[in-house]
Structure formats: structure tokens, C-alpha cells
């Protein structure tokens, strides 16, 4: 593996020249919401690249975390949930997700098996079949359904769409993960590799900052606080120690949230912050000094230059 820069100065890594055998493919991993394609990313990659809660929608950014399997460099696209859209941040949500599914070499569509062909994943199968594109299925959450089920299961969706291939699988518990990372090793195309070979993430710091605390806030407050919040890293301060200092906001719509967020003499944004941190601090493997403001702006949802921020089309 070695390294060449390009006109600006940055690593463009790839593959020995002489390694013939090296292959890297971009698996875009789809589905309905809370299908668990976060949780199946994150544990095909073996570390934490991207938010899961069990609040539907999670995914608003298409996230890249790599794996690699011998030669072959795998690189998975997390993609928002696929769902009819009603409001300008659905359809910007949607659109980013199939956008990732159409530029990917391999797509990876997950299904929560125990709801299985609901409306949603009956218009994503439609649309992939329409699009032309094959699909890998991953039928999750397998766990407490009887066999005879599934096998029913999977037939149903063979009679919809011909798939590459048919996996049963719990991402939760990684039964049947090491398969799909096994075949996707086998199938991606010849090329050199896109990202060194100890990176996982292409993520930003700063945008993987702003959502691990998003993820505090949905697991904290998934009963208080709908989805009208945003995590903006406002900056990111290197210090000498080692440590790096991070100041976020967290936004919400109303004035009334405000205190939901704050909790009583500041005692709940303090436990956020304070579980953000601990990720954070684990994930970058050094000390992390975590402020946190929160203020209200009652436009989020109609702020083009925070969509550009979530790497989402405004005008999608």
C-alpha cells in the first residue's frame, strides 16, 4: 500500500502497483427505517462509524465506514431510511439514500424480517427493479422468528425481485454478519484501495462529533423530544496536551424544548454531555472536552446552509 498526494496537498491512497489481487467495492446499504442498517454497518466494520437509536430516521447523512476482508477493501454507505416523503427534509433524506444506492457498485438491502414485506420495502424493491440494479438481501432480526417463517419469508421476496444473494441475519448479536462480509470480499470489483488501510471512517471529526451527541440526545430523550433537534459542532480547538476541546450547539424549534434539553439546574444537557464525551474520547483515543450550548431556531428544517452541513439536497 503506499500513498501519492494530489494538487492540494492530500493523500490519495491506493494500492501497490504490483498487488494484482487488491479489489475495493462501495457497498450502499438501504432499506425501510429501522431496518438496523447503522447497527449492520457498524458491526461489518467492527467499530462505531455511525448513530443508532431506536428512533426511526436516525441516519441523516450518508456515512462511509470501511472494512477490510484479505485484499478486498469494503466500503459501506449508510444511507438515511427509505420511506414515502411528505416534507422537504423527507425528500432530501430519500433522495440521499438512492442517490448512494445508484452510485454504488453493490447495494445491500436490509429487512427488518419481523415486519417483513411492509408498503416501504415493497416500493424500494420496485424502484431497484425499475432502476435495473441487483440487490443483496440481508433479512435482520431473525432471532425469535421460527425457520419455516423465513424460508417463507425469503421465497416472497425471490417471487419480487431476483437477489445476488440471501442472507439471515442479527445485526444486534452479529449472527450471520461475518457471511455478508465473506461474500462482499468475493464480489467486489478489481481496484486499487480507496482509503489507507487502517481507516474505518471517512467521516469528518467534526460531523461525527455533532452526531454521536445526537444519538445521546434520541436515547435520552426519545419520550420527551421529537426529531426537531440538530448537534452543530461550532469548533474543534487542538489543545497541547493532546486533548482537543469541542464547543456544540444543539438546536431545536421551539422555546419550549429548550428546557426539555436542559433539565433542572442544567442537569440533563451535563448527562448528555457527559456520555457524548465518552464515546468521543473512545473513538478518537484521547481526552475530550465537550461544552454544549442550546439554542432555539425555529427555521431548522427550512435552513438550506444546515442541509448542506447534513451533506443533503435543499432542493431535493
Known sequence: MTDTHDDDGQTVPHSDPNDIASTCGFVAVIGAPNAGKSTLVNQLVGAKVTIVSHKVQTTRTRVRGIAMVGQAQVVFIDTPGIFEPRKRFDRAMVAAAWEGA??????????????GMTGDVTRIV?????????AILALNKVDAIERPTLLALA???????????IFMISALKGHGCDDILSYLG???PKGPWMFPEDEISDLPQRLLASEITREKIFIQLHEELPYSVAVVTD???????????????????????RPI????????????????????????????????????????????????????????
Do not use: C
Open 102 to 115: 445508484l452510485e454504488a457498485d453493490l447495494v445491500l438491502l436490509v429487512v427488518d424480517a419481523q415486519k
Open 126 to 134: 420496485d424502484k431497484l427493479k425499475d432502476s435495473g440494479r441487483k
Open 155 to 165: 421465497a416472497q421476496f425471490n417471487e419480487a425481485m431476483e437477489f445476488q444473494r
Open 186 to 188: 468475493e464480489v467486489a
Open 235 to 257: 469548533s474543534w480547538t487542538e489543545r497541547a496536551d493532546g486533548s482537543v476541546r469541542v464547543d456544540q450547539t444543539i438546536l431545536v424549534q421551539r422555546e419550549s424544548q
Open 261 to 316: 434539553v436542559l433539565g433542572k439546574g442544567g442537569s440533563r444537557v451535563k448527562a448528555l454531555g457527559r456520555a457524548a464525551r465518552e464515546d468521543l474520547s473512545e473513538i478518537l483515543e484521547r481526552p475530550v472536552h465537550l461544552f454544549l450550548h442550546v439554542k432555539v431556531n425555529d427555521r431548522l428544517w427550512d435552513d438550506r446552509d444546515q442541509y448542506t452541513e447534513w451533506g443533503l439536497d435543499f432542493d431535493a
